[in-house]
């Protein structure tokens, strides 16, 4: 490969989508073929791209590209190991959602508009997992929640523009006080490379209640998108919004930029141990760990489908945050490896929810009886997903929570195992019985609104596919997990590196 | 080069008035060979320092003497621009909007009028300049019509008093020290009773024509009556000449001690500025009284920037200060351009307009998004280089928390005017009728200023570069 080339490539990761997205703006709604064509391109060129960076980074090297920007903090996209986790993960998964979207909203209005802030959102977010500072970063961070509010309210329905009003006020706020403490730790230590084990070590002395507010400031903010506790209320009524959009919310974008974006000031930023020095881990555990358990309890009481996976959302976030603020090597393993296994299990029960209320018209719980036999392959990867989100191995989740349990024990907290183990129990106490309705109980009463989608499937192949796909992509992410394929290898890859530096 | 910026627009009123049937395209011709001799100017000013000219070979101290410098030539390219955009827009709906035809003659003056005030170094010269300004300001209100004879009124009233004020001011300075240009009097300059008084006079005839808060009661009214060309042009140029003045008058003739007893006037009127704007600007039902609102806010920013600025004479609130003129008005153009054509075309001037507006006419409500959130200060546009240079000056002062937290709530306010209209543009649209075919090349020309804030990104390093090299 050319240095040309690599200069580049993290911009035209970007521009992969970014460019598609601005072309299907300008579509007419009748442009079917030449929109879905377009998408699908997209999605095609981007996956190239970044499997040309991961096979480079892997070997060992560093993408960097910068523009011009403001005095002391450049416009910076840098491709290393962390980002290339995210990279690859909104990649794979915006395929799925993609070709998920396209069916189910066919017939649909406004169709053009939609795909074209579907893909404004997934440069944002690739845009924010390739950010090599914080000003980059803050600067996608904005563009992710501006290009996410119009899919929230593509319905244009009173609740959905309410859901929308909702999370603008949280994450426009959030970005403001982003902002503000970006500002405050460039006043400090300018806005320099996010580097493994920080920046901030050398200004500790002297400056430390001005650093716990500029980590305070952008941990609040970064906790709003991530749904971290008191900050959490826009998720569940964002639910409104057209399944494709949850999935993207939940498992693609708008969460993982959150939950990202903490590893990225834990470990990038301030450094493991300028996190020590000011003692800020903590707090922030106490905050994931009460996250956890509040959001298994309160999906406990959902009896719609999507406000019980969103608070489900809410709770295993959470995880991430929690491996992330223990600060030791393996708990870290845990936390990585569970932004990629979070996003894959959810998003595949997000789809099957979705399958369920394009074909069948169920929302609420209740009406699931029996669905087993009506949609059997969806059920099965509902169940897949479950089981995962429960840590029952052999699926992904088991891996992560495993390494989270390892972690902890390793920095002596065990009482998060405690919380880990009564997580685990709520998750069993609202996904099994969800199981148990659409494979045991027999049917009640007719389908809400049964459509027929497909004459062969049990809905339509576009809906099915992309569950299928991630369902067995969780299965395999949890059998292989020891090969150097899986992300588990490559979040230890990361890990390495980060603890290596000193 | 100056000489002719300002010869040109002098002409071209008088070629219109001549001939009236070709106005438009002689304005178009002037604001656009302006803009080159604009941007000539900008690229000498930059290779070989300030230029000045000495008109008609008298001496220094009895000719009327132009200056330019890094940031007036670039104030002049941008009225060159803004004057080509609005003419361009006016020229494409003047017939659906039924735009009178002394819109070209007139704006015309007014780029001169503008041009002559960003060149002027001395306090009588500016005097005409205002003056210019404040008339032909007022008849292009009046191009409205009948509803807007009362706003256009009011607007010359208070903005002859302004001109009083000033003049009042300038008056008392004379007789104290028989001269008028701002170095020669900056460097004889004590700070006694007498330019105290000539000062505070001075200053306030130009917080009103600059309609700076509590003095803005006009301009929402004004601005929201006229034309939307006109508006543009209003709130994106004609309000920040007499700010201009005033940033001149107090960074470059006020006495130390005089500097620290208004500093924190003018801090606390911008911050009542952006607070009690915005407000209104959420409450208002009207779409073009909320941008014109947002004006007053906006300028607070300005008027916050100088405040910090004197108190605490770091130069990154002087690069706030003339960033956030600079995109304001880029953004304000876009918006009042924006909001007018899609007014124009739906028929309606309550906000409530908007709703839908995303699917019926999407260019220009994404000019309007686009434009607001500079005025928000979303990254990377205009808006958020000029914030982050205000930010970066508080923080770096240190201890200055309460200025933080009231930056937050402004900008907190302005995401809310902002995303009430495009929520509701969101809305499903009301069914239009089937021949509904929005004009495409306005909304373009709304989108173009929007598009050039955002850009001021690309360029913030040599924009930096540029207005760092001035105290003013």
Known sequence: ????????????????????????????????????????????????????????????????FSLPFLPGADLVLQGDALSLLFVVLSSVLWLATTIYAIGYLEQSPLRSRFFGYFSLCVSATVGLALAGNLVTFLLFYELLTLATFPLVVHRGTPESLAAGRRYLAYTLSGGVILMLGVALLHSLVQSPLFTPGGYVAAAVSGNEGLLMLAFALMIMVLGVKAALLPLHGWLPQAMVAPAPVSALLHAVAVVKAGAFGIIRLVYDVFGVESMQALQLAQPLMLLAAATILYGSWRALAQQDIKRRLAYSTISQVSYITLGVAMLGPLAAVGGLVHLVHQGVMKITLFFCAGNFAETLGIHKIRELNGVGRRMPVTAMAFTLGA????????????????????????????????????????NAAYFLPVVYRMWFLPQSGRWPAEQRLSNRFETHWMLLLPAIFTAILLLLMGLFASTELSPLSWSQLIVEREFRHD | MMVVLLVLPLLGTLFMLLWPKIAPLLALLTASVCSLAALQLLFLVSEQGNQQVLLAGWPSGLAISLEANSLSSLLIL?????????????????????LGAGFWPLSCMLQLGLTALWLSRDLFNLYVCLELLGIVAVALVSLSGDKAIKPALNYLLLSLFGSLCYLLGVAILYGAYGVLDITVLAARWQADLPSSIALLLMTLGLMLKAALWPLHGWLPAAHAAAPAPVSALLSALVVKGPLFILCLLWLQLAGATQVAAVAPWFAGCGLAALLLGGVSALRTPFA????????????????????????????????????????????????????????????????????????????????????????IGLPPSGGFLAKWALLQGLWLQGGQLFWLLAIVLATLLSAAYVFRAVVLAFDRADPVAPDFAPRILPQWLALLPALAVWAMALYSEPLLQLLKQEGL
Request: net charge positive; hydrophobic share 55%; glycine share 10%.
């Open chain 2, 78 to 98: 941008l009225t060159a621009l803004l004057q080509l955009l609005v003419g361009l827009y006016a020229f494409a709906t003047h017939r659906r909007d039924k």
């Open chain 2, 288 to 375: 073009k009284n909320m941008v014109a609102y947002s004006t007053v806010a906006q300028l607070g920013y300005a008027m916050l920037a100088l405040g910090l600025l004197l108190r605490f004479n770091q130069p990154l609130f002087a690069a706030a200060l003339w960033l956030f003129v600079l995109a304001h008005a880029l953004a304000k153009a876009a918006c009042f351009l924006a909001i007018g054509e899609i007014t124009a075309t739906l028929g309606g001037k309550r906000i409530n307009t908007l709703k839908g507006a995303s699917q019926t006419m999407p260019l220009a409500m994404f000019a309007f998004a686009v434009a607001g959130g500079s005025l």
């Open chain 1, 1 to 64: 490969m050319s240095p040309f080339w690599q200069q580049y490539l993290p911009l035209s990761i970007i521009l992969s989508s970014l460019l598609p997205g601005l072309i299907i703006f300008t579509l007419k709604e009748t442009q079917v073929k030449l929109r879905i064509s377009l998408n699908l391109f997209g999605v095609g060129v981007k996956l190239l791209l970044v499997l040309l960076m991961w096979q480079a980074v892997k070997a060992g090297q560093q993408f960097y």
């Open chain 1, 387 to 426: 089981l995962g989100m429960i840590g029952i191995p052999p699926t992904a989740g088991f891996i992560s929570k495993w390494y989270l349990g390892l972690g902890a024990a390793e920095v002596g907290q065990n009482w998060l195992i405690l919380v880990f183990a009564l997580s685990g129990l709520l």
